[in-house]
């Protein structure tokens, strides 16, 4: 269907308004305008409306397929996926998944197999059609010495593909070594990486904050939390660090992921958070499928009552950035996954009701992300841009998130890739026990 040539033109495609820059079509209540897409040396050079009188003859009808520009995931674990074989969850709790992973960290996690797991990741994520991601990397000692140094390798080998940015991960206790910590925010830097920790109500939580933010200012990093990944109503290290952002005047990027009690706590409460957060300009990412998974796991085999994601809704109608992403992919956190940001967008459709209206959601896969993770050009169609996308069989919002769309087609600088999955039996010689 994508001609093998340097230029052609796409006729009759639809594209999304919230994912397309200066187009000048009708857009329709579901925000989709038909329009001719022509791409010319890798680029994007030209999106005009459809005109079926003017239909050029060496134009390719795609007969009103959505097209959308690749994805950006904007917060997973490549160095802990899939591990789940040699360690599964006992118990699928949040405690379990901690203590599972942690382990084989210890027992397991050498350059050669983090490197060979972290590859597989990238190539599902990138036949999946995602063209940018960010991972964060435990980096509890030694682990980093380890770590590191394998994603920079990754990135370079990867470059061109998928941009990939990494995040340092430990708990926020770790911040206590201060003489430690300060050399790991001088690794991060030196990998021009992100400044991660996973934030829970410690006593010393704000003067940990302040070690954290001091060290973003710096070494000049961006930061990027887990916070409050618990049903704990006494869970508020979000608003903690929306103020620490605000007093220690902190003019970076911060991104902070699950947030999950925010959807427990009282009305007020939540209000007064998401002033804050808006006013210090955070970016939420909420992880539906993992939420769904770890949150509200109950010991005695009884159902779940809630979702597990955050307020998204009233995140987005207050101005605050909000994305989705993938988060853990067939480890102790999460026992399904494959880094198809498709499945995370339709799922989060049918947790976080991303429909009637769709509205700009779709940005929360693609532009949002983008924006937070500095990256230009990505996640949004425009003339002059690289001919990243995805050509979907769906012609609705119905007919694209009923269905897995594996026949998708992806392009990348104006060819259509090998979307050829990596085989699991690849990774067998790293799951004996
Ligand atoms: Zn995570």
């Known amino acids: 269907m994508i001609p093998n ?10 594209i999304h308004a919230s994912l397309t820059k200066g187009v000048a ?17 890798g680029k994007i050079s030209g999106i005009t409306a459809h005109d079926r009188s003017k239909a050029a003859a060496d134009a390719v009808d795609v007969a009103g397929r959505i097209v959308l520009p690749c994805f950006v995931d904007c917060h997973t674990h490549i160095d802990k996926g899939h591990i789940w074989p040699r360690k599964p969850n006992p118990d699928g709790t949040f405690m379990g998944a901690l203590n599972a992973a942690g ?36 980096s509890v000692a030694p682990q980093e010495e ?9 990135r370079e080998a990867w470059r061109g593909r998928i941009e990939l940015q990494g995040a340092c991960l430990l708990g926020i206790e770790g911040v206590r070594d201060n003489k430690w910590f300060d050399r ?8 021009r990486g992100v400044l991660g920790v996973v934030t829970y109500m410690v006593p010393d939580l704000e003067k940990l904050l302040d070690q954290v933010f001091a060290q973003a200012i710096k070494h000049g990093l961006d930061l990027d939390f887990h916070a409050d990944e618990t049903d704990d109503v006494a869970a508020t290290s979000l608003k903690k660090i929306a103020e620490a952002a605000l007093w220690n005047g902190f003019e970076g990027k911060v991104l902070v992921g699950h947030c999950c009690s925010l959807a427990r706590q009282p009305d007020l409460e939540v209000l007064d958070t998401l002033d804050k957060v808006a006013k210090a300009g955070l ?6 499928m993992c939420n769904l998974y770890l949150q509200d796991r109950r010991a005695d085999q009884t159902t779940p009552r809630w979702r597990g994601v955050t307020l998204l809704h009233e995140m987005k109608a207050r101005g605050i950035p909000v994305a989705v992403a993938s988060d853990n992919t067939r480890d102790p956190f999460y026992a399904y996954g494959d ?13 976080l009701h991303f429909d009637h209206p769709v509205a700009d959601w779709p940005q929360a896969v693609a532009a949002t992300p983008a924006k937070v993770m500095r990256l230009d050009g990505f996640g949004t169609l425009a003339t002059g841009g690289d001919a ?46």
């Open 388 to 433: 990243d996308f995805i050509l979907f069989k769906g012609r609705s919002w119905t007919e694209l998130l009923s269905r897995p769309e594996s026949d998708r087609i992806v392009v990348r600088a104006g060819r259509a890739i090998d979307r050829q999955l990596p085989d699991y039996a690849e990774l067998d010689g790293l799951m004996v026990e």
């Open 339 to 351: 880094l198809d940001m498709l499945e995370v967008y339709r799922m989060a459709t049918r947790i």
């Open 25 to 41: 079509a009708a857009f329709d209540s579901d925000g989709f305008a038909r329009v001719d897409i022509s791409v010319a040396d």
């Open 283 to 288: 970016a939420v990412v909420s992880l539906p």
């Open 184 to 191: 790991l925010a001088k690794r991060v830097a030196a990998a």
């Open 103 to 138: 382990a084989d960290r210890v027992a397991r996690w050498s350059a050669e197999d983090l490197a060979r797991r972290m590859d597989f990741s990238l190539r599902a994520a990138y036949a999946h059609g995602t063209s940018a991601l960010r991972t964060h990397i435990d």
């Open 5 to 14: 040539a340097a230029s052609y033109r796409l006729a009759n495609a639809r």
């Open 146 to 154: 380890i770590s590191w140094p394998v994603f920079e390798t990754m």
